[in-house]
């Protein structure tokens, strides 16, 4: 497990931990590491922002505010099975592990007799995994910039198969046919591009503000295409 994977690991372990926390040698037993390492890690999660603290005293360790946790969720195995396996089709694409991050919150909060029951069904959903040509390198850049509202500078393969320098404003992303695309006004060419995801090679998050460009600008989906939305 790389160091990202296991930060994110560890602020659910944390998470579903509750009041009760976890010692950093618990940590370090179950992920692997020295306890030092999980103190590292704790303090980049401490400067990320995400409320965990150390609690003195025998029984210490690491505690989340209770208001990072989730309270309990009415959802069935069904409906979990169902997020389980739309995350499983989307494994790998863009926010993904945001989402799979989500799953295991919700299942976290769920009754055991509820957690059995979407373990059995999950088990019996069988998918074909499409892999996945875009580098978390290029994945995590592009899904900060478009969060936060902040330039990219890319380093991109154009149509003639050379490699280019962009600075780039985010507006949205597109999955179209079988390529996702980051829609960008791009500084260069002083428009908006449509960038494939697999054709960038490198991308780096800068502290600049980027600007927006009203939807109605850039135009409207396809006919093939929509919008997500959690207007449900």
Request: charge should be positive; aromatic fraction near 6%; glycine fraction near 6%.
């Amino acid at each position: 497990m790389n160091r990202t994977d296991r930060l994110y690991a560890l602020r659910e372990e944390l998470r579903r931990a509750g009041p009760a926390g976890r010692t950093a040698a618990q940590l370090a037993n179950g992920f692997e590491v020295s306890s030092r390492t999980i103190k590292r890690d704790i303090s980049a999660l401490q400067f990320a922002g995400f409320p965990v603290w150390a609690r003195p005293g025998p029984s210490g360790g690491y505690v989340v505010d209770a208001s990072a946790t989730l309270p309990p969720v009415n959802i069935s195995a069904t409906e979990a099975s169902a997020l389980a396996t739309a995350l499983a089709v989307c494994q790998g694409q863009p926010f993904a592990r945001h989402g799979s991050a989500a799953l295991v919150k919700l299942l976290s909060v769920m009754d055991e007799r509820t957690q059995a029951q979407t373990r059995r069904l999950s088990d019996r959903i069988w998918i074909n995994t499409v892999p996945n040509d875009v580098p978390s390198s290029v994945l995590g850049p592009v899904e900060q910039a478009l969060q936060q509202g902040r330039v990219l500078n890319l380093s991109y393969l154009d149509g003639n198969q050379k490699l280019t320098s962009r600075q780039a404003d985010p507006q949205l992303l597109a999955r179209l046919a079988d390529h996702w695309y980051l829609v960008a006004h791009c500084r260069l060419r002083g428009q908006i591009r449509w960038f494939r995801l697999d054709r960038i090679k490198q991308a780096t998050l800068t502290s600049q503000p980027a600007q927006e460009v009203s939807l109605a600008l850039i135009g409207q989906p396809p006919a093939s295409a929509q919008q997500v939305t959690t207007n449900y």
